[in-house]
C-alpha cells in the first residue's frame, strides 16, 4: 500500500492511502486531496500511480506540476514532473507530505549487536 503522510512540525499526522491512476492535488473542490492555502494552486499537481510492467503488484509513481503558481517541491528542490519512491518529501505551499510504501523493504532489516565475550 502506498500512502502520503501529512506532516506537521515532524510529526505524522494524517494518513492518505493511494491507489492506481491519478490523485489530484489543489485548492479546489473536486480534487482528491484539496489544500485550503493560497500558496496552492486550483490545480495545483497530480501523483500517477501506474502497475509496474515486471511486477505488477508493484507501481510506479510519477509526480506532475499542473503549472502551478508557487511550485511543486520534491525533497525541496522544485520540479515539473518526477518518478517518486519511498520516504520523498514533497511540498505544495506549506504542506508536507512523505510517501511510504510499504512493499519497498527500506528500513525493514534489524541490526544486531553481539557484545564481543559471545561471538
Known sequence: MIK???I???AVVSEIDLNAGDFTIGRNHGNNLQLDEG???GEHAVITLNADQFLP?????TIR???STNGTFVNNNSVKEQKLEHGDI??????????????SEVGTQTEYHIPDDQA
Open 4 to 6: 502520503l503522510k501529512h
Open 8 to 10: 506537521v512540525h515532524g
Open 39 to 41: 500558496g496552492v494552486s
Open 57 to 61: 503488484e508493484m507501481y510506479d509513481m
Open 65 to 67: 506540476d499542473l503549472n
Open 90 to 103: 514533497l511540498r505544495f505551499g506549506t504542506y508536507e507530505y512523505r510517501v511510504f510504501d510499504d512493499q
